[in-house]
């Protein structure tokens, strides 16, 4: 496992010399592009900063008005026969919107519940198998301007889905006693 972390450490610093030699080599202004891309940067950040406020805005006062747990119970009945425990149905509606919000929690979750139960192993995996459909579309897409996203949300919605499926069904099974 050591060489690996080496390795690793190795990597930043290792690119960073690589891209500055590649720029020597092909005798470009290496300070002038950076700068450069500096400014591009900070024009996107610009560009897409409302679009961050107003979901984490959102976000947080859905959060803190409990609606998320009141939506939880009432959507916790339905989810519940399918093996998707009421406890999850914030964190699969928020992960949708906001990593960070999501984040928090999957905290709360696994200090109420424990890493390893069956609730926080779902709640993991679910993590990992989602994506903040809702925030990449508003962000990336608008950030460059396209507004007609065409099958971007339903494609997205439907990968959301799978692994929230995914994650259901790889911890009841992990669950089941061994015979």
């Not at 994506?131 to 949300?153: A, D, N, P, W």
Request: contains cysteine.
């Amino acid at each position: 496992m050591g060489i690996i972390s080496y390795i690793s450490n190795l990597m930043i610093p290792f690119l960073m010399f690589y891209v500055i030699g590649c720029g020597l080599l092909a005798k470009r202004d290496i300070y002038s592009d950076f700068l450069d891309g500096a400014r591009d940067g900070l024009k996107t950040v610009v560009g897409i900063a409302p679009t961050l406020i107003g979901l984490m805005t959102a976000v947080g006062i859905l959060r803190a008005s409990g609606f998320l747990e009141f939506l939880g119970e009432f959507l916790g009945r339905l989810t519940g026969s399918i093996g998707l425990p009421p406890e999850l149905v914030p964190l699969s509606l928020v992960r949708m919107f906001s990593s960070s919000a999501a984040t928090g929690l999957l905290l709360d979750i696994f200090k109420e519940f424990g890493t390893d139960s069956p609730v926080g192993l779902m709640a993991g995996i679910m993590m990992c198998a989602t994506e903040s459909v809702f925030y990449c579309i508003s962000v990336y897409f608008g950030s460059v301007r396209i507004r007609k996203t065409r099958y971007t949300l339903p494609g997205a919605l439907f990968a959301t889905a799978a692994g929230i499926i995914g994650a259901v069904v790889i911890v009841n099974y992990m669950m089941q006693p061994i015979k």
